[in-house]
C-alpha cells in the first residue's frame, strides 16, 4: 500500500507583477530626466594664485557674465534692482557678505556696479570668487631638463 505524500506549497510570492513596475517607473524616470533643463550662466573665472576655498554656502552671491548680465539666485536682475534684492537676501543672512563671481571678461566697470550696490544693500564685506590658478613650474623645475 503506498499512501500519497504531502503536497508541498510554495509560499513565495509572484514578482513578476513587481518587476514590471519597477521596469515601469525606470522608463518613466528615463524620460522625464530628459526634459529637466539646468539654467545655468556660462562664465570663465579669472585665475588667481593664492586664495583660500570657502566653505560658507550661507553667502548671497551675484554671478556677471560675460555680456554683463547681473543673476542672483538664478535670476537676473538689472543693475537698479540689483541692490534692492540685496537688501531682501542680507536681512535673511546672519553674516552679511556677498560674493561676487564673474566671467574674467568682465569690464570692471559692471563689477564696481556689483560692489556699489553690495556695499548700499549693508553688506559687511565682498568677496571676489575665482578659481586657483594652476601651478606652475619653478625655476629649478625647469632647469632640470
Known amino acids: 500500500m503506498q499512501f500519497e505524500g504531502r503536497r508541498r506549497t510554495s509560499n513565495v510570492p509572484n514578482l513578476t507583477p513587481l518587476i514590471d513596475i519597477v521596469f515601469l517607473l ?5 524620460l522625464t530626466s530628459h526634459f529637466v533643463r539646468d539654467e ?3 562664465i570663465d573665472l579669472p585665475e ?6 570657502l566653505d560658507e554656502p550661507q553667502q548671497v552671491e551675484v554671478i556677471i557674465n560675460e555680456e554683463g548680465d547681473y543673476s542672483v539666485n538664478s535670476q537676473r536682475v538689472s543693475l537698479e534692482a540689483l541692490e534692492q534684492l ?3 537676501e542680507l536681512s535673511e543672512q546672519k553674516e552679511k557678505i556677498v560674493r561676487i563671481r564673474g566671467d574674467e571678461n568682465v569690464d570692471l566697470g559692471i563689477a564696481i556696479g556689483a560692489f556699489d550696490a553690495a556695499r548700499k544693500a549693508g553688506a559687511s564685506g565682498v568677496d571676489i570668487v575665482t578659481i586657483k ?6 625655476s629649478d623645475q625647469r632647469s632640470d631638463r
Open 133 to 138: 590658478h594652476p601651478i606652475t613650474q619653478t
Open 86 to 88: 540685496l537688501v531682501t
Open 40 to 42: 545655468v550662466l556660462n
Open 26 to 30: 525606470l522608463v518613466f524616470f528615463m
Open 48 to 53: 588667481a594664485d593664492s586664495g583660500e576655498a
